[in-house]
């Protein structure tokens, strides 16, 4: 839950979603659509589906319990170096680094060379012995994580109070790394029409290229063209921001009774289905219309 997304949102979704499902049998045994309900909100959804393919995997092929090695982990879904190396520090305390961006930063500010110049296995391998010279490797791979999150932050690190201090080229040099990296933004514009009923009905489909939100049920997404909008009504303009993209949305509407074979009717009001805030913001504007 915390890829991507801050502490303060994931608290209560973690919360509430540990109660629901305190053990990965329990999640092994629930379904896609009740865990995305519950993730609704929090975005960057294929964590969530890749969370259930785990589970399932875990229990059938691992006797629920975890691989115990960075190859067999990572045949996980979704389980990269990153997260696999997190997984066998924190539960089997093993000597390990989860390379994160907080993680990179550190040693890039301790070395003050660029990232980029950092091949960071062969510096983590080659200074093995120095770097999990302890016996709590679980609480080293949490604390290095926390130690760029709260001391070498990413913005105005805290280098007087800072325990590395002495030996950090950062913290000594006149000349000093450049370790923020501004986000960049795509802009797009897209065109969305949408279909709709008298019965307070939208037309959906599954079948998409919008890549983000692959294998959700959306109206007609297109890049817009010019022309492409005769015969629908605009609704609305308006901006959506999803990770690095910077959508500019033209919301067109019509009512017809007839709709494209791949789309079926879906109720502007159900409140059972799961329903990504990229489309809640959809049905929100069009509700209006009734
Ligand atoms: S001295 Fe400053 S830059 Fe160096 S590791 Fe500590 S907080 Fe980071």
Known sequence: MLQQTQVKTVLPYFKKFTKKFPTLESL????????????????????????????????????????????????????????????????????????????????????????????????????????????RDADFVEALMEFGALICRPKDPKCVVCCLNKTCKYFKSSKKIRTTSKKMFKNKNYDIFCFLNKKKQIALTKKNDFGFLKNFNLPMIKESKENSNRNWKLLNNYNNSISNLKLNINLYYKFSNKIPSEYSWHSLDDKKEFIPSFTKKIFKQISNLF
């Open 28 to 135: 092994s045994k629930s379904n896609e659509k009740q865990i995305l309900k519950m993730w609704e909100g929090l975005g960057y959804y294929r964590r969530a589906r890749n969370l259930y393919a785990c589970s399932k995997q875990i229990i059938t092929l691992y006797k629920g319990k975890l691989p115990k090695t960075l190859d067999e982990i990572k045949k996980l879904p979704g389980i990269g170096d990153y997260t696999g190396s997190a997984l066998l520090g924190l539960v089997y305390d093993q000597p390990r680094i989860a390379l994160d961006g907080n993680v990179k930063r550190i040693f890039a500010r301790n070395l003050n060379k660029k990232e980029a110049k950092i091949d960071f296995n062969k510096l983590v391998n080659s200074n093995s012995k120095m770097l999990f010279n302890t016996k």
